[in-house]
């Protein structure tokens, strides 16, 4: 019963250490894939609202703590995407690999949305920025971060359900 909060805990402090480190060197044209977002969709998936929550909560406070910037705002992205994807637990409800892929770039463009509204907003910024982040910054990133996510939605989706027959 405890090996399951120990392996999400181990996943969570791999990504966060990988993409505070290594991340950067495999960066195509500037693009970086979100280790991050990608873990925490999984375990909002997997576990549900509230748990995807405190744990988005907890990232997004890790991330203020290790990056500059404004302290609570990838805390309040990281809560706000958690409840998000949790609302689609696969024990309530059941959805396709490809519906699955869609949601996993709706986060993405959530968490973003939310980081540019709050940057906009204490800059005095306009919000035209917001839409041209999004199609240079955001979409790119979703899809370079959708190779890696290709690796856990094969496992859980096509090998694991083959394995318990």
Known sequence: MIQTPLKWIAWFVVCFLLQTTVISSISIMGV???????????????????PATYVGFILGLAQDIYTPGILGQNALAKTIIGSFAGLFNEKTVRVDPIFQIVLLVIVFLLNDTVDMVVLTLKSGGSFITIF?????????????SLVFAAVPFIWQNYIQPASRR
Do not use: S
């Open 132 to 144: 041209t982040h999004m199609f240079t910054a955001t979409l790119p990133r979703a899809l370079y």
């Open 32 to 50: 970086k894939p979100d280790l991050l977002i990608l873990v925490l969709f999984l375990f909002a998936v997997k576990n549900g609202v509230l």
